[in-house]
């Protein structure tokens, strides 16, 4: 061991404590950072082909719009380096595919689960027009998006953090999240909202919420009922938008913790990202709607 003229060691110690912090402050240390590359997203796009959920006001099903922005956005954390972001397509009639949704992402060992959803009105706020020829209903009363997590998800915390992140994200691009849920007129579909700032509803029953084993959240993005809000969300540039919201919340989210499953990273990688789940027996569960 290097034996130091006694005068000159705090000296010495004071230099190596003066570099120590520099390096600190000059990156951040590896516990902090995110490992993209090990960190799993499974973007679920919301109901079937089968089953596509509501209609919009110009006729055009839900999950079309779904399926066009939770691909867009699985492009996007696949383009900044969430490698293992994984899309889950489900098939089948709505309540059968529903327990295979759940059973694919548990199986997946992800670190979160978004579900992509559009949004509509109850019936009884339908209003008529004709479009193309065709008489629809179509509400222009709600428009913004919302987001929704369960109090019963085994990470309730990490659920809320990850909605109030990606609430965060959505106003900092200007949106406006619809308060609409609070209202009385919205009967059993009226929600608490537990992040007023960035619009975070809790709705403990929703099942892809609640028997998820990781933090899961639920955006309705949008009002495709709403005549305008339609046309805004079918558009390029408005699908980016919500797309690097997303993509920056993930990256918040993910800095400071750890890949649930790190051994299986990179055995993983490569593999094909589109999944779909096959249709399951299962029975109904009545009295929770599918979203
Ligand atoms: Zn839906």
Redesign the pocket.
Known sequence: MLRLPRVLRPLIAAMLACAGAHTARAEPGPANACAREAFRVVIDV??TAQSP??TSARGVP?FVF?LKLAQRIEQHLLDVGFRRSVLVITEGRSRKGLAARIKRANALGADLFLSI??DSVPNKFLEKWEFEGKQRGFSDRFSGHSIFISHDNSDRAGSLQFASLLGTQLRERGLQYTPHYTDRIMGHRQRLLIDAQVGVYRYDQLLVLRDTDMPAVLLEAGSIINREEELRMGSVKHQALISAAVADAVESFCTGRRPRTPTNAASRDGEVSKQATAPAEVVPVRAIKQ?
């Open positions: 919301g109901h959920g509501a839900e779904n959803h559009h979203r």
